[in-house]
């Protein structure tokens, strides 16, 4: 489930699992606070990645961290729909609070 979309704002975030314990994670994805560069790629033709190698998306357990990381890019000036944070906000069944 997405809590926003590009087609919305500047921020595509939604529920997901990870890692070898696939854990519930929120995932804003190929987030704007990560230096992302395209990579050219001959098979694929290119592709993103961090200039530090690290991931491209902002990804937390924790709810209220991803609530408290939206309210950061409205800050810094991204268009982040209030209905995202609203609905991490009020709803309980993933991830952690
Ligand atoms: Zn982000």
Known sequence: MAYARFSEGDVYVFGTVWGPDRAEVFECMQCLFVDIRWVDDPVFGGRIESATGEPT???????AEMVAHLRRHHEAGHKVPAHAIESLAEETYWGKP
């Open 57 to 63: 998306s902002y990804i937390t357990e924790s709810r």
